[in-house]
């Protein structure tokens, strides 16, 4: 069974920084692509970064123009998990995190995951 638990959420002053942590079992990391995405208030379910698998892809990251530059994702395979370090933060970055797991090594504009996690809570707030 696939579970994906995110963890390193809470609340932070602009320009600080967090990193998300996401521990997957049931599958390892490093043959699948994985992505970061993320809900705001009131709004709908944004991507915001993806890593092909280090297996059969080879390992690229991806990144909205949003959080390009502030964000870097990364993936430990020897733990089984993926980060998302997040910097400089804003408090359009408030929202709830999750993660993600796509059914292959490679990730792809528009493609669906099949996998996600239950989310960690961010707040950005003076």
């Known amino acids: 069974e696939v579970q994906l638990v995110e963890s390193g959420g809470g609340l932070v002053q602009p320009g600080g920084s967090l990193r998300l942590s996401c521990e997957a079992a049931?599958?390892?990391?490093?043959?699948?692509?994985m992505a970061w995405v993320r809900q705001a208030p009131g709004k709908g379910l944004a991507w915001l970064s993806a890593?092909?698998?280090?297996?059969?892809?080879?390992?690229?990251?991806f990144y909205a123009d949003s959080v390009k530059g502030r964000f870097t994702i990364s993936r430990d395979n020897a733990k089984n998990t993926l980060y998302l370090q997040m910097n400089n933060l804003k408090p359009d970055d408030t929202a709830v995190y999750y993660c993600?797991?796509?059914?292959?090594?490679?990730?792809?504009?528009?493609?669906?995951?099949?996998?996600r996690g239950q989310g960690t809570q961010v707040t950005v707030s003076p």
């Open positions: 890593i092909n698998g280090a297996d059969g892809a080879d390992g690229s990251t």
């Open positions: 049931g599958f390892p990391v490093s043959k699948y692509a």
């Open positions: 993600a797991k796509y059914p292959s090594s490679t990730y792809a504009s528009g493609k669906f995951f099949d996998s």
